[in-house]
């Protein structure tokens, strides 16, 4: 496989190697709540795809975080979380702590991610250059083979907008919107896992390839717009039914897993 660059984030500025950062990528995704206690990682293969760098790196993140004990890597089975209480270190990605954001209403976040994020998503259309799109069709390969996984396909969705975040020409901005992207994903994890979600998110972001493609900054502000208010609807609906309470077993660990490799 011929491994695009890591994603766009100036990573050069925090003179990290390349297993550091990958190391970074999956504590943001535990703390952010994609991956929870007990939670199956992908293969090495399916997250050197979904994260665009080659299955060494993966596999050195992999040490760095089983030497910290916040992964278990077992002989003849898959590595799976062992703890959530990570520290997301310096070199987070984003302005805060990716839980911080949760403190907010549902409907002030809608309201701030239709402001910003869209505003965001246009200018990364006027900045986007062949390696974005490249990887932003590498994404939507990957996410099409996790039609079944919500975990997988969450873990996909998020380098996919992280991709398009960091296109921009505002580093600040683009940070606080990555924040904003972490919302309540505990909710989405949940709400992905519901009958026909994963699809509806695909098409999305199908819709949004296309508009980048165009490096149309409208047409790409009116797609992230259908999609903001998807995700705004899905997470709605998870909170108020209370499928995210039901949704740990009797002894506190998450009842949805994150499925084994095809």
Same mark, same amino acid.
């Given at each position: 496989?011929?491994?695009?660059?890591?994603?766009?984030?100036?990573?050069?500025?925090?003179?990290?190697?390349?297993?550091?950062?990958?190391?970074?990528?999956?504590?943001?995704?535990?703390?952010?709540?994609?991956?929870?206690?007990?939670?199956?990682?992908?293969?090495?293969?399916?997250?050197?795809?979904?994260?665009?760098?080659?299955?060494?790196?993966?596999?050195?993140?992999?040490?760095?975080?089983?030497?910290?004990?916040?992964?278990?890597? +077992?002989?003849?089975?898959?590595?799976?979380?062992?703890?959530?209480?990570?520290?997301?270190?310096?070199?987070?990605?984003?302005?805060?702590?990716?839980?911080?954001?949760?403190?907010? +209403?549902?409907?002030?976040?809608?309201?701030?991610?239709?402001?910003?994020?869209?505003?965001?998503?246009?200018?990364?259309?006027?900045? $986007?250059?062949?390696?974005?799109?490249?990887?932003?069709?590498?994404?939507?390969?990957?996410?099409?083979?996790?039609?079944?996984?919500?975990?997988?396909? $969450?873990?996909?969705?998020?380098?996919?907008?992280?991709?398009?975040?960091?296109?921009?020409?505002?580093?600040?901005?683009?940070?606080?919107?990555?924040?904003?992207?972490?919302?309540?994903?505990?909710?989405?994890?949940?709400?992905?896992?519901?009958?026909?979600?994963?699809?509806? +998110?695909?098409?999305?972001?199908?819709?949004?390839?296309?508009?980048?493609?165009?490096?149309?900054?409208?047409?790409?502000?009116?797609?992230?717009?259908?999609?903001? $208010?998807?995700?705004?609807?899905?997470?709605?609906?998870?909170?108020?039914?209370?499928?995210?309470?039901?949704?740990?077993?009797?002894?506190?660990?998450?009842?949805?897993?994150?499925?084994?490799?095809?």
């Amino acid at each position: 496989m011929s491994n695009l660059p890591l994603s766009p984030l100036h990573e050069a500025i925090h003179k990290q190697t390349a297993k550091e950062m990958i190391r970074d990528k999956i504590v943001s995704m535990i703390a952010s709540g994609i991956l929870q206690r007990g939670d199956e990682l992908p293969s090495e293969r399916e997250l050197s795809t979904m994260l665009a760098v080659s299955r060494e790196t993966v596999r050195g993140a992999i040490q760095l975080l089983a030497g910290q004990g916040v992964v278990q890597v +077992s002989q003849g089975a898959r590595t799976r979380v062992a703890r959530v209480d990570v520290e997301v270190g310096t070199h987070r990605i984003g302005v805060t702590d990716p839980s911080s954001i949760n403190g907010y +209403s549902l409907d002030a976040v809608h309201a701030a991610r239709l402001l910003v994020e869209t505003a965001v998503a246009a200018d990364a259309a006027r900045h $986007l250059g062949p390696e974005d799109i490249q990887r932003l069709e590498a994404s939507i390969a990957a996410q099409e083979q996790a039609i079944d996984d919500p975990v997988r396909f $969450l873990i996909c969705d998020r380098e996919f907008h992280l991709t398009i975040y960091y296109a921009s020409a505002n580093r600040l901005l683009a940070d606080f919107v990555v924040d904003l992207y972490t919302y309540m994903l505990d909710h989405r994890r949940i709400a992905m896992a519901q009958p026909g979600a994963i699809e509806k +998110s695909l098409e999305d972001h199908r819709f949004i390839v296309r508009a980048l493609k165009m490096h149309n900054p409208e047409a790409v502000a009116a797609a992230f717009s259908e999609h903001i $208010l998807r995700i705004h609807d899905t997470s709605r609906a998870v909170d108020e039914s209370g499928i995210a309470r039901a949704g740990s077993s009797a002894n506190g660990a998450p009842a949805l897993r994150a499925s084994g490799g095809k």
